[in-house]
C-alpha cells in the first residue's frame, strides 16, 4: 500500500468524526505488518475526558481484533496544519509500535513522516517495569 493509499483511508475515515465541540474532525488508518488496515475517527463526548482521538480508535479496533505490530498510521484532518498524533495517542502508539512511521497530511494534500522515537523520545515503556 502507498503511502497516499493510506492517507486516502484516514481522509474517508474522518468523515465519520464525532466533532460537534471542537469541530475538528481528524481520521486515522494503521496499516499492521500482515497488511490489513484499521480506520479510527475522532469520537468527542460533552465530558471532555470520554473522548477518543481517531488514532486511538484505529489502534483498539486492530487491538480488539488480536493484532499487535503495526507499521505506519496516516493521520488527516481538514485543515491547513499537518496533523500529528497528541501526547496521549503517541504513548499508546509506543506500546505497541515504538518504531511506527506517522503519515500526518493535512487538507491541500500534503503530508510529512515521521517516525514515533523522533516525536517521543526517552518514551516509558513496559522495559521499565
Same mark, same amino acid.
Given at each position: 500500500m502507498?503511502?497516499?493509499?493510506?492517507? +486516502?483511508?484516514?481522509?474517508?475515515?474522518?468523515?465519520?468524526? *464525532?466533532?460537534p #465541540?471542537?469541530?475538528? %474532525?481528524?481520521?486515522?488508518?494503521?496499516?499492521?505488518?500482515?497488511?490489513?488496515?484499521? +480506520?479510527?475517527?475522532?469520537?468527542?463526548?460533552?465530558?471532555?475526558?470520554?473522548?477518543?482521538?481517531?488514532? %486511538?480508535?484505529?489502534?483498539?479496533?486492530?487491538i /480488539?481484533?488480536g !493484532?499487535? !505490530?503495526?507499521?505506519?498510521i496516516?493521520? *488527516?484532518?481538514q485543515?491547513?496544519? *499537518?496533523?500529528?498524533?497528541?501526547?496521549t495517542?503517541?504513548?499508546?502508539?509506543?506500546?505497541?509500535?515504538p518504531?511506527?512511521?506517522?503519515?500526518?497530511?493535512?487538507?491541500?494534500?500534503? #503530508?510529512? /513522516? #515521521?517516525?514515533?522515537?523522533?516525536?517521543?523520545?526517552h518514551?516509558? +515503556? !513496559?522495559?521499565?517495569?
Amino acid at each position: 500500500m502507498t503511502d497516499r493509499e493510506l492517507i +486516502t483511508q484516514a481522509m474517508h475515515a474522518s468523515i465519520h468524526a *464525532y466533532a460537534p #465541540y471542537s469541530k475538528f %474532525r481528524v481520521g486515522a488508518a494503521l496499516e499492521c505488518q500482515d497488511g490489513t488496515v484499521f +480506520t479510527g475517527c475522532n469520537v468527542e463526548n460533552a465530558a471532555l475526558g470520554a473522548s477518543i482521538c481517531a488514532e %486511538r480508535c484505529a489502534v483498539l479496533k486492530a487491538i /480488539s481484533e488480536g !493484532k499487535r !505490530k503495526f507499521l505506519r498510521i496516516a493521520v *488527516y484532518s481538514q485543515s491547513a496544519d *499537518y496533523c500529528v498524533p497528541c501526547g496521549t495517542c503517541r504513548q499508546v502508539l509506543c506500546e505497541f509500535a515504538p518504531e511506527i512511521e506517522l503519515l500526518c497530511a493535512r487538507s491541500d494534500g500534503r #503530508y510529512v /513522516s #515521521y517516525r514515533l522515537r523522533d516525536l517521543l523520545p526517552h518514551s516509558f +515503556t !513496559k522495559d521499565f517495569l
